[in-house]
């Protein structure tokens, strides 16, 4: 599959394993597996991804081990490879990784490790590159680089808070990417993704989540803790949004 594709996929973001089986059924290709999403992703729980893969839908996890920047200190990127092959042991077919420069261009010695420790692991670990990309200096120019760092697809807002406001730029990332699959993602809704698909996207990525109602009126739990509850995967989004992908030809 190339980032000019006439076959689109969905991938759905879920932080349970409830989550992904809803999103199978709702249609998603794939999802991709995470733990804190209020924060961006970090990495999930080895007993997470387990249960995740156990729904039988293909998860390719994110390996993120703090919030804040995408700049890594040593020790951060030796957990992270460490990470990455605990998730492929543990039966995910894809992980998703990402690493800057100062310099705000890519991390590409690190993102080199990283991609051969996964194939290393497993030969056909699919490797995403995170939206690191959409705080990079130039996303283009970094789109460019993908393919001879062996991604298999790069996440992208084209550097806008969401995808739809940052389209044009997702455009001129699939020409740029090659043969790396571009996914559009960030605040993207189901009603977007025709939008999102015609400027070549490979794929769209969405939460598709709600407010669950498990609010506790305690003691908070931490400093960013507002007792309001967790997001759940909305089962009605997923399907509304695999609709809209399959009425999206060519």
Do not use: N, Y
């Not at 700049?71 to 992270?80: F, K, N, Q, Y």
């Not at 939206?131 to 001879?148: M, Q, T």
């Not at 697809?153 to 995808?163: E, I, K, N, Y």
């Not at 977007?192 to 070549?200: E, Y």
Request: charged share 20%; net charge negative.
């Amino acid at each position: 599959m190339t980032g000019r594709t006439a076959t689109r996929s969905l991938e759905i973001a879920v932080t349970s394993a409830t989550g992904a089986a809803t999103a199978r059924a709702g249609g998603a290709d794939r999802v991709e597996l995470c733990s804190a999403l209020e924060l961006g992703g970090l990495t999930p729980s080895q007993g997470l991804v387990e249960a995740a893969v156990a729904t039988g839908i293909p998860v390719h996890v994110l390996v993120r081990c703090r919030p804040g920047g995408f700049v890594h200190a040593p020790d951060e990127i030796d957990l992270m490879e460490r990470e990455l092959v605990a998730v492929l042991r543990s039966g995910a077919t894809g992980v998703v990784v990402g690493a800057l420069r100062p310099d705000r261009t890519l991390d590409a010695d690190t993102l080199t490790r990283f991609v051969a420790a996964a194939r290393t692991e497993r030969p056909d670990a699919e490797v995403t590159l995170h939206r690191a990309i959409d705080h990079a200096a130039d996303p283009v120019a970094a789109a460019a680089g993908l393919a001879d760092l062996g991604f298999t697809r790069v996440l992208t807002s084209g550097g806008a808070p969401t995808a739809l406001a940052g389209a044009d730029t997702i455009a001129r990332m699939v020409t740029a990417a090659g043969p790396v699959q571009v996914m559009a993602g960030a605040g993207v809704t189901p009603a977007d993704v025709p939008v999102l698909l015609a400027t070549g996207a490979a794929a769209v990525h969405l939460s598709a989540k709600r407010l669950a109602d498990t609010a506790h009126r305690g003691v908070p739990m931490g400093a960013g803790d507002a007792g309001s509850g967790h997001f759940e995967t909305d089962a009605e989004v997923v399907r509304a949004a695999r609709a809209a992908v399959d009425r999206h030809r060519g």
